[in-house]
């Protein structure tokens, strides 16, 4: 079983929509999550990180963690074309570096 | 604007040829990584280090080496390239009082053998 799950996508949302991206996790004693953004041709940048469960805001991005269910989210509100990349999930197992999904493609339409 | 560089952006080479990717921060960071990235699929770990003379191999094995006599400069060789080595290869830091989410990607490699 994989440390972590994304659905590769490609996702398509008009400009404006409401996006969801997920990612499940393996093992409930994972505590750090990441989403990283990556523009194509360029390397993933950190867009925010969260320990242990809960909500965290910035901006129109909000990352939420469930672990009861082992489930991290990101959303994205009033979605703009310039979000069109491949948003990463990381997760910090304690071991030697982060375990990354394989990422959901993300079109925002004008 | 980046603080970890990368360097080619883009390699063709042919089947049998040493090739060396370079990578370089100037950030001061302990932790440095190499990634392997192919289209659709996760980022696979190939080699980190954690200090000077410290390198280690990763989770995916890789026919690669890597050295690391300075802070800065965490280079990457392939003794004899081959058509399997074809991927996107990329590079991280981490500054360890930031802990592992404190990560600096660079641009990347994009490596094609031919």
């Known amino acids: 079983q994989k440390e972590v799950e994304q659905d590769p996508g490609p996702l398509s949302v008009p400009e404006g929509a409401i996006v969801s991206l997920n990612c499940t996790y393996s093992n409930s004693a994972f505590q750090y999550f990441m989403w990283y953004r990556q523009y194509s041709r360029k390397g993933p940048e950190l867009l925010m990180y969260t320990y242990s469960s809960g909500n965290k805001e910035d901006g129109r991005f909000t990352a939420q963690v469930d672990k009861s269910s082992k489930y991290i989210s990101l959303f994205i509100r009033d979605s703009q074309p310039s979000d069109s990349a491949t948003y990463l999930c990381?997760?910090?197992?304690?071991?030697?570096?982060?375990?990354f999904g394989s990422g959901t493609r993300l079109q925002v339409q004008p | 604007e980046a603080d970890i560089y990368q360097t080619p952006r883009y390699l063709v080479i042919g089947t049998g040829k040493k090739i060396t990717l370079e990578c370089s921060q100037t950030?001061?960071?302990?932790?440095m990584y190499w990634y392997q990235q192919d289209p659709g699929m996760e980022l696979h770990l190939i080699h980190y280090?954690?200090?000077?003379?410290?390198?280690e191999k990763g989770d995916l094995s890789s026919e690669s080496t890597v050295s690391r006599i300075r802070t800065e400069h965490f280079p990457l060789t392939l003794e004899s390239a081959r058509p399997s080595h074809t991927s996107q290869y990329l590079c991280a830091s981490s500054d360890r009082d930031r802990g592992s989410y404190g990560y600096t990607f660079g641009s990347g490699t994009r490596l094609t053998v031919v």
């Open positions: 950030m001061g960071h302990d932790k």
């Open positions: 990381a997760i910090d197992t304690g071991r030697r570096a982060l375990t």
């Open positions: 280090s954690y200090g000077v003379n410290s390198t």
